[in-house]
């Protein structure tokens, strides 16, 4: 997104090819998170007494919430184009804490434990 910006200069390809490729990896995001959020509500459960499960369902559906708003701002709400960065940023993270609450402690519980959590 730097290079979109004209920031830095990364990749050799025009503005508009970045922006294509930008578009495209967000839209097979949102279906890969929309499948990743089927699963999850189909075979898991929210655990009240886990923290770790209540924040990873609060950052999951958070995370989908910016995922969904991202396109909307860009193509019907062009007056918030000046925040899109801050949503993007604001995505980023959210992604970051829903993994680290989920398949980090998956691994991490299986190498030191050498036991897979139960579903």
Known sequence: ML?????????????????????????MILVLFLLIAYHCLRYGYIDPDSPRVLSHSV?????LAVIMLK??????????????????????????????????????TWIREGARPTY
């Open 3 to 27: 290079q979109l910006y004209g920031k830095v200069r990364l990749f050799a390809w025009a503005p508009e090819t970045l922006a294509w490729w930008h578009r495209r990896q967000g839209d």
């Open 59 to 63: 950052l999951g559906s958070l995370t």
């Open 71 to 108: 396109p909307v701002t860009v193509r019907w709400i062009p007056r918030l184009m000046d925040r899109i960065a801050v949503i993007g940023a604001s995505l980023f993270v959210l992604t970051t804490g829903t993994v680290l609450t989920s398949a980090l402690w998956c691994f991490l």
